[in-house]
């Protein structure tokens, strides 16, 4: 099993930065990508962006340019720097953890832009 928890989520104004964390334990041998998603009110949960265990990075459109993803192997933990922040950016923000058999996920964090 693997177990996912994020943090850093919070309110910021509009153009503002916030970095979210996601901490994997447990059996992390067996994830093979991850990814961040995040679903707005009344939305259908969407991929943020996303990362292979080669190390390839994908973005959404709607955040190229803004967002970077990394990772620190040596803590199992992967990382969403969220730049010029837009009202629209306004989520609760998921880890997803993807394996052979099972997706597994986070609990979420609250990101709010607002001034």
């Known amino acids: 099993q693997v177990q996912l928890v994020e943090s850093g989520g919070g309110l910021v104004q509009p153009g503002g930065s916030l970095r979210l964390s996601c901490a994997a334990s447990g059996n992390t041998a067996i994830i093979y990508r991850m990814y961040w998603y995040r679903q707005a009110p009344g939305k259908q949960r969407e991929v943020v962006a996303g990362?292979?265990?080669?190390?390839?990075?994908t973005y959404a459109d709607s955040v190229k340019g803004r967002f970077t993803l990394s990772r620190d192997n040596a803590k199992n933990t992967m990382f969403l720097q969220m730049s010029s922040l837009k009202p629209e950016d306004t989520a609760v923000y998921y880890c997803?953890?993807?394996?052979?058999?099972?997706?597994?996920w986070g609990r979420g964090t609250q990101v709010t832009v607002s001034s």
């Open positions: 997803n953890a993807r394996t052979d058999v099972y997706d597994y």
């Open positions: 990362i292979t265990s080669g190390g390839t990075i």
